[in-house]
T-cell receptor, first 111, second 113 residues
Framework: LAKTTQPISMDSYEGQEVNITCSHNNIATNDYITWYQQFPSQGPRFIIQ???TKVTNEVASLFIPADRKSSTLSLPRVSLSDTAVYYC????????????FGAGTRLAVHP | DGGITQSPKYLFRKEGQNVTLSCEQNLNHDAMYWYRQDPGQGLRLIYY???????QKGDIAEGYSVSREKKESFPLTVTSAQKNPTAFYLC????????????FGPGTRLTVT
């Protein structure tokens, strides 16, 4: 299973763009990259998933370089409500997919 | 509305007692999971089930038991053999073909004294 490394914490201000980078040097050919968001005392919520290049949805963008050894979650114009823990995970789809949630990145958005 | 429900949200038990946490989903998902989260930590997998009447141990299954008699339900029993049962317990489900996208319930915070 590919291990991921991401910053423990980040700080930002309302209206700024936040980029959280995740390293996954041992990613396998058939692994996808997935990001989850978790608010205190709630279950994680799936944000975005990608395999290569760029993926964008209504919440975030995910940038994946050609070597796929890292990925960057981009949150445009954050607000106070984006304060949460963000988890980067890699794993296969289909069958049993063991998701490994590390400690994640604690993002604090300030007024 | 489709989703996952866990009850209760808070649960208090005395040491030595078994306790069962409820998890129900109406998303028609085949796969279901139980995780444990300790303060400031990530999630750790306790048990998972890919289909009714079948389940597998995760990374920290000791002291826990599960059943999967119905597709919609995946209850978790925390037994007295679990040495440190106080934690936040999360249930999740996923489509068996899209297992990287798991849907989580609101969680149950168990306190054992």
């Amino acid at each position: 299973l590919a291990k991921t490394t991401q910053p423990i914490s980040m700080d930002s201000y309302e209206g700024q763009e936040v980029n959280i980078t995740c390293s996954h040097n041992n990613i396998a050919t058939n692994d996808y990259i997935t990001w989850y968001q978790q608010f205190p005392s709630q279950g994680p919520r799936f944000i975005i998933q990608g395999y290569k290049t760029k993926v964008t949805n209504e919440v975030a963008s995910l940038f994946i370089p050609a070597d796929r050894k890292s990925s960057t979650l981009s949150l445009p114009r954050v607000s106070l409500s984006d304060t949460a823990v963000y988890y980067c995970l890699v794993g296969r789809s289909g069958g049993y997919n063991k998701l490994i949630f590390g400690a994640g990145t604690r993002l604090a958005v300030h007024p | 509305d489709g989703g996952i429900t866990q009850s209760p949200k808070y649960l208090f038990r005395k040491e030595g007692q078994n306790v069962t946490l409820s998890c129900e989903q109406n998303l028609n998902h085949d796969a279901m999971y139980w995780y444990r989260q300790d303060p400031g930590q990530g999630l750790r997998l306790i048990y998972y089930s890919q289909i009714v009447n079948d389940f597998q141990k995760g990374d920290i299954a000791e002291g826990y038991s599960v059943s999967r008699e119905k597709k919609e339900s995946f209850p978790l029993t925390v037994t007295s053999a679990q040495k440190n049962p106080t934690a936040f317990y999360l249930c999740a489900s996923s489509d068996d073909r899209v297992t990287y996208e798991q849907y989580f319930g609101p969680g149950t915070r168990l306190t054992v004294t």
